[in-house]
């Protein structure tokens, strides 16, 4: 069983950074793909980033240069960097994982985590 747990939210600046982890208290994360997907009020969840147990990259057109996802096998965790953050950024970030990034990419993952909350103030 993966039993995922994001940290590191919290309220910053326009074009500050934060960085969120996701790490797993069960099964390793190593032969898994990981992505973060974001949902903001009123709106639909929306992929941001996902690695592949291979540590292949993906990320969303709206993030692309700002955002860095990373893994990290020997601590069972995945972080997503967030540079230059920008007010539109703001949402609620779930960390998911899945045996195939294309379930992670399309929000129909197996596993999730609970959210952290990502607030960027103008």
């Known amino acids: 069983q993966v039993q995922l747990v994001e940290s590191g939210g919290g309220l910053v600046q326009a074009g500050g950074s934060l960085r969120l982890s996701c790490a797993s208290s069960g099964r390793t994360l190593s032969s898994y793909a990981v992505g973060w997907l974001r949902q903001a009020p009123g709106k639909e969840r929306e992929f941001v980033a996902g690695?592949?147990?291979?540590?292949?990259?993906t990320y969303a057109d709206s993030v692309k240069g700002r955002f860095t996802i990373s893994r990290d096998n020997a601590k069972n965790t995945v972080y997503l960097q967030m540079n230059s953050l920008k007010p539109d950024d703001t949402a609620v970030y779930y960390c998911?994982?899945?045996?195939?990034?294309?379930?992670?990419?399309?929000?129909?993952?197996?596993?999730w985590g609970q959210g952290t909350q990502v607030t960027v103030s103008s």
């Open positions: 998911a994982a899945d045996t195939t990034i294309r379930s992670v990419i399309t929000g129909t993952s197996d596993y």
């Open positions: 690695i592949t147990w291979k540590g292949i990259t």
